[in-house]
């Protein structure tokens, strides 16, 4: 029996062990979740260690657990492939908006849904399926190291020096990552840049205590206003991010890729319907597709102050804070841009409140190699499963490890994803398309043979 | 015995009484309290009907309940005097800055911690102490009717038309409120002005989920972004409000009242220092004590959006809010200044955004009469029992039902109180000062005295 066969007949097995991988509530951001994460680490390493791997670890860091395996069996002078992904998820919240309980993997229309399904869990699944069909059926045809760390969604924190402690044995050709989406359905695509992250927190401190607005109200600044006062100030009406020298070591988007932006399909009009807003609104000068991908951005992902229960509270708050972060690109600095947002928020912070500005975390971005012998296998293997050459694209969002390979490892980085722009990442009603799962499957089978050649 | 022995001689039991009153949980606001205000509606029926009240009610409303209660047999002779106060309390959020929890009345420092003890609980017993003093030594000098409604903390949403359709019922020469500080510690004071409420909520729907803000940051405008530029945009930077016409129909403080404030006793630097910021900040031309109580104000007494846990979520939410209130001053409107306000909020809104602006409820503002037969008899009163003559001042929150009785009843209403101004009114740690308890037992007596003279 041929892996291909091999997929085929166990895929009834290989969606029950993925319901199990997904039930696991492996929240890494919730200090009640913690078992949870390391139960989702044990259910890993288990798994790896059924498939036929041998050196299967669970290693501890002082967050979360790291799993590692490897299978080096294919002889020095075939390369050595680094897998990496990630098994924690973010939160859930807001819960009433989930169809169902985001733990209780549920199959509608073709998809699975639950909390990971497409982030990131449903794609380290499809790897490790891949990898035990070649087991099964004829040898693993590269040497394959396996990470899989519990602290994607709460910024790699152990990861580093996990890696930098490591160097030798996570030594690799190419490492190849599953975490980024397809460019659409049936559309493959690879990817060769994506965004950075600088995450902060704004504490404004007003008054000692909650006052009576009657009674205080008119004669000291409120801390809710002067937060809004400060956010309003971040951008400007151009939607610019308004902090001094913040674009300063932005690598502007060359001709060339601008006219491959150009050439993607894209409907900005459904793009606005399917997300429901009255017009799109971005950074002048730039497209759509560039704003989601090659532009730096900065949003508000959190606000709290006061009162927020139903009814009115007739309350001057004594406090009032915000989440903020900012999408960087190269060769913007997660550590610079960070010092730069706190001396600009003191800068325009009224005199009457107290401020205080948090670095909660950050990741570099990331432009990878578009050549090479990763680029090419992922390449092939793309065009063989889905019958179609791969674009290749940038993407928005972060994948800070890619950094880390890029400066420890010294090896190019694959971003081979299978998942979909509006699969709900980070939203309520997550899910991953079960074809994508399939074809996904094939295509790491043929990624890993591909790079044995 | 006279009314002042009997006073003394039960002081004790006062306690014990007070203590079981404010243990009932009445927060109006919250629908998993109904039943709480509703026994503590009923407690106070059967207090009322102990004390010697024959005509006592626990009037049903589409809300919560009104107690209503009558003794007129001082003769037709003699003036009637209505009592109003309410039963009803604010939330107790922030539960966790309770030293005691705030339905466990808790007695330290000579004062009484709970919730409601200054606002209004407190004040209301002390005035039906003083009617059990008069009804058990002597006899009630005037007619008494007494107004105690569990609304007051929601805006009174049904105590006007209770109000229109009991007006012959309700009839009275002078209505006496006790639900406003001292100016200061043993400084009595009248209160002739009151601020008015309008207070609104914004809603800001950006796209129709949750999204990533990697995969979608940078091509919408973010709600939380969207509602901080709209409330920025509220006041300029001298304090004034920026809504068009806000200020068209404030009477201005006159030269002589800017006076009178000029002379009350106001330590600034003990403001500031007991609120710990680093500097007061109001409407620019204005003392703090006229921002305090004689200029309107906006302040933003909630906020809500997205992810406002512990840790990192990497969302642009798809809804922003705010709940925003505004106090006012004659002459202005609270009808008038919402449609202001929500034109404006509509006005400065971005248009890649939905907004919703919801007028939640709202107060005219009062200016009471200095002069005649009430005013004297709480002025006479209150230097006999605090030995010191009276202030005359405004105050900054809002007392609805005065313009209610001023409107439909063509009754003045005597503001006198006995609470004071730190203890904490809709904050953790409320209290109330068992001296002023004890003296304002007396003065209550006195003030009834004086009023059948």
């Known amino acids: 029996m041929n892996y291909t066969d091999y997929l085929d007949l166990h895929h009834g097995r290989f969606i029950l062990e993925l319901t199990e991988f997904l039930s696991i509530p492996s929240v890494s951001t919730a200090p009640e979740h913690a078992a949870d994460v390391r139960k989702c680490g044990e259910w890993l390493v288990n798994h790896l260690r059924k498939i036929g791997f041998e050196t299967v670890e669970l290693h501890e860091t ?13 002889g020095p002078d075939k390369p050595t492939v680094l897998f ?42 499809l790897h490790i399926k891949a990898m035990e069909a070649l087991l099964a059926t004829t040898v693993l045809p590269v040497n394959v190291k396996i990470l899989i760390e519990g602290e994607e969604e709460i910024g790699s924190i152990n990861l580093t020096s996990y890696i930098e402690q490591n160097k030798e044995r996570l030594a690799c050709d190419t490492v190849v990552v599953s975490d980024t989406p397809l460019y659409g359905p049936g559309l493959p695509s690879l990817c060769y840049g994506l965004r950075g992250l600088c995450y902060m927190e704004i504490h404004v401190q007003g008054p000692n205590r909650d006052l009576h607005s009657g009674s205080y109200g008119g004669s000291i600044t409120n801390p809710a206003n002067a937060l809004c006062e400060i956010i309003s100030k971040l951008k400007d009406s151009h939607g610019r991010i308004a902090i001094p020298g913040f674009y300063d070591d932005v690598i502007d988007l060359s001709v060339e890729e601008r006219a491959e932006y150009a050439k993607l399909p894209f409907d900005a009009e459904a793009f606005k319907s399917g997300l429901d807003v009255p017009s799109l609104f971005g950074e002048e000068g730039y497209t759509t597709l560039e704003h989601i991908s090659g532009r730096p951005t900065l949003d508000v992902n959190g606000l709290h102050s006061g009162f927020t229960g139903i009814g009115a509270k007739t309350v001057l708050p004594a406090k009032a804070s915000a989440k903020v972060s900012m999408r960087l690109v190269a060769n913007q600095d997660t550590e610079d841009i960070a010092a730069k947002f706190t001396d600009f928020v003191h800068s325009i912070a009224p005199p009457s409140i107290k401020v205080d500005v948090v670095n909660l975390h950050g990741a570099n971005p990331v432009l990878v190699e578009r ?6 296998a992922a390449s092939k293997a793309l ?8 674009y290749f694209t940038r993407e928005g969002g972060s994948i800070p490890v890619c950094i880390i390979f890029d400066t420890i490892l010294k090896a190019p980085t694959v971003l081979m994803g299978f998942g979909l722009q509006d699969e ?16 996904g499957m094939k295509a790491a089978s043929l990624f890993y043979t591909y790079m044995g050649e």
Not at 383 to 390: F, Q, R, S
């Open 62 to 74: 002082p967050g979360h657990p790291i799993v590692y395996a490897e299978h080096c069996h294919a």
């Open 84 to 125: 990496y992904g990630h098994y924690d998820v973010q939160p859930v919240d807001p819960i009433e908006l989930w169809t169902n309980p985001p733990f209780e993997p549920t199959y509608r229309d073709g998809k699975v849904f639950a909390r990971g399904a497409t982030d990131d869990k449903g794609q380290v699944f």
């Open 371 to 376: 050549t090479g012998k990763g680029m090419h």
């Open 383 to 390: 065009k063989d499963a889905y019958g179609k050459e791969p």
């Open 424 to 439: 709900n990442a980070h939203s309520p009603d997550e899910h991953f398309d079960l074809d994508n799962f399939t074809i």
